[in-house]
């Protein structure tokens, strides 16, 4: 089995894989790290403030090729973080999709609003940020408003969090 977990920055994508490697044991990939060693390593020209869509192009297509030999092997995996395309399913054919649940996290304008500094308290609880200062209520507003809308376009399953931050799979 092989868990895509997806969506904005500070949804809580990385705890929830921590939740479901302790639960299940399962090794867990954060795609975040895989960029971060790409980016430091030189193997790219991009940087971590490269746009999303360039961060995708370049991460996926690895990621993916990643997934398929999991699967191929009778491994299980969780992939974590915000590269991960709404269109993900066509890159797959039915064999590896039954084996796969994808959920994207997004959070509600609602629950933004009333419980941003718990978003900011908590941004750091599985891992520590060094710069947090573009996590604001406006980007979270845009960031998750733009993955609901793109859930819903591409009828990808989707946790919202509105009211108790209460997120599983």
């Not at 904005?8 to 705890?15: D, F, L």
């Not at 699967?71 to 915000?82: A, K, P, R, Y």
Request: contains cysteine; aromatic residues 10%; proline residues 2%.
């Amino acid at each position: 089995m092989v868990f895509l977990i997806a969506g904005a920055s500070h949804t809580g994508k990385t705890v929830l894989a921590q939740r479901l490697l302790q639960k299940y044991g399962y090794p867990c990939l954060s795609i975040d790290h895989l960029k971060m060693g790409l980016i430091r390593s030189g193997y790219t020209s991009l940087t971590p403030m490269s746009s999303d869509r360039d961060l995708t192009d370049y991460l996926w297509p690895v990621v993916r090729e990643m997934i398929k030999t999991v699967i191929e092997n009778g491994q299980n995996l969780i992939v974590e973080g915000c590269y991960i395309p709404f269109d993900w399913e066509k890159d797959f054919a039915e064999k590896y999709r039954t084996q796969i649940q994808y959920r994207c996290l997004v959070m509600s304008e609602a629950y933004i609003r009333s419980h941003y500094l718990d978003i900011k308290k908590y941004a750091d609880v599985v891992e520590q940020r060094v710069d947090d200062s573009a996590c604001t209520v406006e980007s979270l507003l845009r960031d998750n408003a733009q993955a609901l809308e793109s859930c819903q376009k591409y009828g990808v399953e989707y946790v919202l969090i509105d009211g108790n931050y209460c997120v599983d799979l």
